[in-house]
């Protein structure tokens, strides 16, 4: 096999999955500009401040926030405009505008929604309009409420539909669909392995990877209703997590015979578990896994040095290091910037989907191969 050449071939499939992540990501997070709104409402506009905030245990009493504007700040826009919410954290929320009901999102009973990353938009009657006007939000959740990367805006019907669209194309649309292409790759894997001169466990512990990573990766869309609590939901969305980690770290046991990745893997996963029946309240649980992300750190750092020991040697190992430096050096932004409590604009799945739906089918592919 020529390993070099073959190097070549992924380090360019890797490149070419980053890139297009890394463009996704960007526009992921894009704000309108100044030409596209009337009015810009940042968090400390509010009454109070608006900005993302830990609420209080288990009261599910709705925070109010409350600004004002004048209809001469509408630039003669006020027959055909809307308010838009982008980012708001919050299981459920009402808009109000001069005390009338504009709309809502999510469950205000019993906050059984996932919003943080949504954009609504709420267009708004020329009739609701006065000289002076009252924008309360009333937003319940069960650990935070607030907004993160974005202002509250009053744009045009057009621009705010328009942006709500572009919004929910590179924010949902796109993550649905690398959720496909993780279920689809996991469904080949595991067709692969039915196939009688095929039969080879790394196929099912690969296949059970991608499987838990989809599921994680829906932590990053919007639900305005769940079947179940909100607790709950975060629970399988998180064990999801570590158990990709668990059978990541296990097929590298079995390709690379490495017991460490086997036991930093399984003691991840362990942890996770208990974190989520020792946890009493949500609060509880987000702080004790915000810290465990650690253990995802130290769990790719060890793949990372399993796979270079034997890198000049090993297609595989060159297939794992390559796509696993490339997730070191992102989720280390992401928890050094999350560590700091600030919110990283570009923290979106597509760079994991992206390395975590093409690695597998390396990897699978150059194992049939070498056979």
């Given at each position: 096999m020529n390993l070099k050449k073959n190097t070549k071939l992924i380090i360019f499939i890797y490149l070419i999955m980053l890139a297009g992540g890394l463009v996704i990501s960007f526009f992921s997070g894009i704000v309108p500009d100044s030409k596209q709104y009337i009015i810009a409402f940042p968090p400390d506009s509010f009454t109070p401040d608006m900005g993302i905030q830990m609420v209080e245990l288990n009261d599910l009493q709705p925070y109010i926030y409350e600004t004002t504007f004048k209809r001469e700040q509408l630039q003669n826009h006020d027959g055909d405009i809307g308010i838009l919410i982008t980012r708001f954290t919050s299981s459920g929320y009402r808009l109000f505008l001069n005390d009338c009901l504009i709309g809502q999102k999510g469950s205000m009973e019993k906050g059984n929604a996932n919003l943080w990353n949504d954009a609504s938009f709420f267009g708004i009657s020329s009739t609701k309009i006065d000289d002076e006007n009252v924008i309360r939000i009333e937003s319940i959740a069960d650990y935070k409420t607030g907004l993160t990367t974005h202002p509250i805006y009053v744009m045009t019907t057009d621009h705010g539909l328009a942006f709500q669209r572009w919004f929910a194309f590179f924010n949902s649309d796109i993550i649905h669909i690398g959720i496909g292409f993780l279920v689809l790759g996991a469904i080949?894997?595991?067709?692969?392995?039915?196939?009688?001169?095929?039969?080879?466990?790394?196929?099912?512990?690969?296949?059970?990877?991608?499987?838990?990573?989809?599921?994680?990766?829906?932590?990053?869309?919007?639900?305005?209703?769940?079947?179940?609590?909100?607790?709950?939901?975060?629970?399988?969305?998180?064990?999801?997590?570590?158990?990709?980690?668990?059978?990541?770290?296990?097929?590298?046991?079995k390709l690379l015979k490495s017991k460490a990745a086997l036991l930093i893997s399984f003691i991840g996963f362990i942890g996770i578990v208990l974190i989520s029946f020792l946890s009493p309240t949500i609060i509880d649980f987000k702080k004790a896994y915000d810290i465990w992300y650690l253990s995802q750190i130290i769990n790719i750092i060890t793949w990372l040095i399993v796979s270079l020991r034997v890198y000049r040697k090993n297609i595989e190992a060159r297939i794992l290091f390559i796509g696993y430096f490339v997730l070191f050096i992102f989720a280390l932004i992401n928890f050094y910037v999350n560590s700091i409590g600030?919110?990283?604009?570009?923290?979106?799945?597509?760079?994991?989907?992206?390395?975590?739906?093409?690695?597998?089918?390396?990897?699978?592919?150059?194992?049939?191969?070498?056979?």
């Open positions: 080949l894997l595991i067709i692969l392995n039915i196939m009688p001169d095929n039969r080879d466990r790394l196929l099912i512990y690969l296949s059970i990877a991608m499987i838990s990573m989809a599921v994680y990766i829906y932590d990053y869309t919007s639900f305005e209703y769940l079947p179940f609590s909100y607790f709950v939901y975060k629970k399988i969305i998180m064990i999801s997590f570590w158990v990709s980690s668990l059978f990541i770290g296990v097929s590298i046991y600030k919110i990283f604009s570009m923290n979106s799945p597509v760079i994991y989907i992206a390395v975590l739906s093409i690695m597998p089918l390396m990897l699978a592919y150059f194992d049939y191969t070498q056979k």
